[in-house]
Antibody, heavy 116, light 112 residues
Framework: EVQLVESGGGLVQPGGSLRLSCAAS????????MNWVRQAPGKGLEWVSY????????YYADSVKGRFTISRDNAKNSLYLQMNSLRDEDTAVYYC?????????WGQGTLVTVSS | DIVMTQTPLSSPVTLGQPASISCRSS???????????LSWLQQRPGQPPRLLIY???IRFSGVPDRFSGSGAGTDFTLKISRVEAEDVGVYYC?????????FGQGTKLEIK
């Protein structure tokens, strides 16, 4: 069974940093591209970042470029999102999601709240 | 970025009746490889999104056959043949033909 479990969310002050993790199981993690997608409270879905299976291709949404860094450790079956210079508008549930042209599995999400 | 526009944004439906959601993209979603990477996601209350349909019309594993997708180019439709109580939630179309992937605003399906 494919499982994606996010962790690392919490309350952080504006300007602060947080590192999210996504633990993958039930599939060969090293062969799949991965994404981070977020959802602000009561709002729709917003794609945040993408990393290819071999880490050679990485993309970011303009809203997070220069502040967020996606990475992965295929030996640990884990995906990460380092978030720096956090802003109020980064408050959201962050989901990791598998796949590139078909995003077929999503984690349960982890809530990030940016507030003073 | 490709803009995805869904209609309606809210859809009250009677149990057992059909429902239909439209999604229009600001440009063609036909990829250079010939595929059209248009997916439909369901998000039940308090749950993460779940893939229902990909490449316009292919039902994902475990998705009931009352869900169907159709369309081409820039116009797409999700249909539920007979709405059940468990179908309540928000439905999103999503394109992955061109980076960045973008989503429709969501359509809230509720029971009358």
């Amino acid at each position: 069974e494919v499982q994606l479990v996010e962790s690392g969310g919490g309350l952080v002050q504006p300007g602060g940093s947080l590192r999210l993790s996504c633990a993958a199981s039930g599939f060969t993690f090293s062969t799949y591209s991965m994404n981070w997608v977020r959802q602000a409270p009561g709002k729709g879905l917003e794609w945040v970042s993408y990393i290819s299976s071999s880490r050679t291709t990485i993309y970011y949404a303009d809203s997070v470029k220069g502040r967020f860094t996606i990475s992965r450790d295929n030996a640990k079956n884990s995906l990460y999102l380092q978030m720096n210079s956090l802003r109020d508008e980064d408050t959201a549930v962050y989901y990791c999601a598998r796949g590139v042209v078909v995003t077929d599995y999503w984690g349960q999400g982890t809530l990030v709240t940016v507030s003073s | 970025d490709i803009v995805m526009t869904q209609t309606p944004l809210s859809s009250p439906v009677t149990l057992g009746q059909p429902a239909s959601i439209s999604c229009r993209s600001s440009q063609s979603l036909v990829h250079s490889d010939g595929n059209t990477y248009l997916s439909w996601l369901q998000q039940r209350p308090g749950q993460p999104p779940r893939l229902l349909i990909y490449k316009i019309s292919i039902r994902f594993s475990g998705v009931p056959d009352r869900f169907s997708g159709s369309g081409a180019g820039t116009d797409f439709t999700l249909k539920i043949s007979r709405v059940e109580a468990e179908d309540v939630g928000v439905y999103y179309c999503m394109q992955a033909t061109q980076f960045p992937s973008t989503f429709g605003q969501g359509t809230k399906l509720e029971i009358k």
